[in-house]
């Protein structure tokens, strides 16, 4: 009787060490995919800080531009007086086609605009094309927000189970606990 128990003993702690090793290997599989979603998520929190800096630039250079206009108008300047202020028509928002008013369309709507030093990628098209680009920027940092909340959403998973499986791993050899600690 007592030989069988202790086969069957043995069993068990052939078994347990198997598991704990497969454990073993689980948590250094989920610490290393953890590391990497962290490491993406820091690439990815800098890539939005530049993105939000090059949208801040833009609204701060096309704001700049019409806090000038504004200033020389309640002045009563002319802009042309300036050698750094160029004066361009400013550009109708309505979409093409959709002229209300004159049939001139817009030679009555061509107050100016001053020019000052637009973005890096130069607009010649003005303001519409400024608009597009800020508009794919903030498409891209939202695209960017909800991929980085969704590897969040991971890491907090893999944080949980690797809480949970952690437990079992120190609880079955007690003895391993501090050879566990030096390992990691």
């Known amino acids: 009787m007592a030989a069988a128990s202790y086969d069957q003993l043995l069993k068990q702690v052939e078994a347990l060490k198997m598991e704990n090793s497969n454990l073993r290997q689980e948590l250094e599989d989920n610490s290393n995919h953890l590391t990497k979603l962290e490491t ?16 801040e630039e833009e609204s701060i250079g096309s704001s700049g531009q019409n806090d000038l206009l504004e200033r020389l108008k309640e002045m009563n300047l002319d802009a042309g007086n300036f050698p750094g202020v160029k004066m361009r028509p400013k ?7 959709s002229r209300e008013g004159s049939a001139s369309g817009q030679s009555g709507d061509s107050s100016p605009v001053a020019i000052g030093s637009f973005p890096r990628r130069g607009l010649a098209n003005g303001g ?19 991929e980085l909340e969704k590897e969040e959403k991971e890491k907090d998973w893999y944080y949980a189970h690797s809480s949970r499986t952690s437990p079992r791993g120190s609880t079955a050899f007690p003895s391993r606990r501090t050879s566990l600690c030096r390992q990691t």
Do not use: D, F, T
């Not at 550009?91 to 086609?97: C, D, F, N, T």
């Not at 519409?128 to 960017?144: F, H, P, Q, T, W």
């Open 128 to 146: 519409n094309e400024s608009a597009g680009y800020l508009e794919e920027l903030e498409k891209e940092r939202a695209l960017l927000m909800a």
């Open 91 to 97: 550009v109708s928002m309505q979409p093409y086609g």
């Open 40 to 55: 993406e998520a820091s690439n990815m929190k800098e890539v939005l800080k530049q993105l939000q800096g090059s949208i």
